[in-house]
């Protein structure tokens, strides 16, 4: 999370806490150190954001501190109500708690609109510990362009070792798929995120030919997608 986000999110928590919140509960929520809470409420405090507080005994926001509102029409806000609780149908655990991050700042400026509800039905959650592959390290790949060794099982449960090129990632109701160059195969392929049972995130980067290679699989098959604009 970057430090700004950070930033905006301590805000966030604070002014939803009924009690002072310990730098220890600030730092698991945000996962990251209790030093580096210190230095975000210090930020915090000498950009004139009413922080209150101390280490040990925990930190409050003075009442009455409002953030500016966000500027959406009421059929925007009703998407991005639907749009954030529909995540939760793609196993992707990441973006699901981005989605709940989201989601909080738009109603402490917007009113809930309790009467529209998503099915939770959907993909199972990438979890680590159930053996499943964090979607967040495949967009990670994506996003930096760098290789990705895998293993792959396919439908009929044969096992292969594969490096790709990642390209891109395509969410399903029940699935995702990564689009990838495939070094295997000399070809683009889709993979199931759920049916990729080991993933390690390489060193070699195809930064140079990376938008290269997402155009020529869009001339081929995006016309078949719809893209997040």
């Not at 290789?147 to 699935?175: A, D, F």
Request: a negative charge.
């Amino acid at each position: 999370m970057a430090r700004s986000d950070r930033l905006f999110e301590i805000i966030q928590i604070l002014r939803a806490a009924s009690a002072p919140v310990r730098a220890e509960d600030l730092a698991e929520t945000l996962e990251v150190s209790k030093r580096t809470v210190y230095r975000d409420i210090a930020a915090l405090q000498m950009m004139r954001t009413p922080v209150e507080g101390e280490a040990g005994i925990g930190y409050v926001l003075r009442g009455g501190y409002d953030l500016p509102p966000l500027n959406f029409d009421t059929e925007e806000i009703e998407a991005l109500h639907i749009g954030l609780a529909m995540l939760v149908r793609t196993g992707d655990t990441e973006l699901q708690q981005a989605a709940r991050r989201v989601s909080r700042k738009i109603k402490d400026v917007h009113a809930a609109a309790d009467w529209l509800q998503v099915a939770p039905w959907g993909a199972p959650p990438d979890d680590p510990t159930e053996g499943c592959v964090s979607v967040a390290l495949l967009r990670q790949a994506v996003r930096a362009s760098r290789k990705l060794r895998i293993t792959y099982s396919s439908n009929s449960q044969v096992e292969s070792q594969r490096v790709l090129r990642p390209l891109g990632l395509i969410y399903h109701v029940e699935t995702i798929l990564l689009v990838a160059w495939c070094e295997l195969r000399g070809g683009f392929r889709h993979f199931r995120t759920g049916q990729i049972l080991a993933a390690e995130l390489l060193e070699d980067s195809f930064n140079a030919e990376a938008q290269v290679l997402r155009n020529l699989w869009l001339q081929q098959e995006g016309s078949t997608y719809v893209y997040c604009a």
